[in-house]
T-cell receptor
Framework: EDKVVQSPLSLVVHEGDTVTLNCSYEVTNFRSLLWYKQEKKAPTFLFMLTSSGIEKKSGRLSSILDKKELFSILNITATQTGDSAVYLCAANKAAGNKLTFGGGTRVLVKP | DGGITQSPKYLFRKEGQNVTLSCEQNLNHDAMYWYRQDPGQGLRLIYYSQIVNDFQKGDIAEGYSVSREKKESFPLTVTSAQKNPTAFYLC?????????????FGPGTRLTVT
């Protein structure tokens, strides 16, 4: 059975801190790993990773994939209160383009 | 203004009634998906469709039905057979980006059944 596990479940940090979110997966016919940010509404797309070791960056957010160890991390540097959200990762299968989601990590950034 | 629209935003129904949630996209995406999200949990796949007139069950299809008569539209019917229909329902569509598919979400419909 396909499985995606995110850790930690939740964390609380102060503005300016750096956070690292983890996502491990066990998915047959793995194609890619996607990260989303969800703030009380629909998830918004952050990154899609297909190759190991290649970091993707967008402002203060960055992510990397390790296909040998079957995990990905999402880093947020110099956190701001607007980064408070649930971060979801999902593994995409080659067959059917289905996504299997992890349970999410809830991040709260305090001023 | 391209995107995925879902209506209504909030929906209230009595137990035993079927209800249909709308999902429309003008992104020209081939594949569309329906997910359900319960409080504090990740998303679970209900149904998906890769092309018009074809769809497959996801992980939790029981009590739901879909149709895909047009590329732009993928409505979801929550039937009275669904035991716990109260949830946040998300529609998505996906596009090929050279090495994999990127999936984008509509704003969601929050269904409450009493």
């Amino acid at each position: 059975e396909d499985k995606v596990v995110q850790s930690p479940l939740s964390l609380v940090v102060h503005e300016g801190d750096t956070v690292t979110l983890n996502c491990s997966y066990e998915v047959t016919n793995f194609r890619s790993l996607l990260w989303y940010k969800q703030e009380k509404k629909a998830p918004t797309f952050l990154f899609m990773l297909t190759s190991s070791g290649i970091e993707k960056k967008s402002g203060r957010l960055s992510s990397i994939l390790d296909k040998k160890e079957l995990f990905s991390i999402l880093n947020i540097t110099a956190t701001q209160t607007g980064d408070s959200a649930v971060y979801l990762c999902a593994a995409n299968k080659a067959a059917g383009n289905k996504l299997t989601f992890g349970g999410g990590t809830r991040v709260l950034v305090k001023p | 203004d391209g995107g995925i629209t879902q209506s209504p935003k909030y929906l209230f129904r009595k137990e035993g009634q079927n209800v249909t949630l709308s999902c429309e996209q003008n992104l020209n995406h081939d594949a569309m998906y329906w997910y359900r999200q319960d409080p504090g949990q990740g998303l679970r796949l209900i149904y998906y469709s890769q092309i018009v007139n074809d769809f497959q069950k996801g992980d939790i299809a029981e009590g739901y039905s879909v149709s895909r008569e047009k590329k732009e539209s993928f409505p979801l019917t929550v039937t009275s057979a669904q035991k716990n229909p109260t949830a946040f329902y998300l529609c998505a569509s996906s596009v090929w980006k050279g090495s994999s598919y990127e999936q984008y979400f509509g704003p969601g419909t929050r269904l409450t059944v009493t």
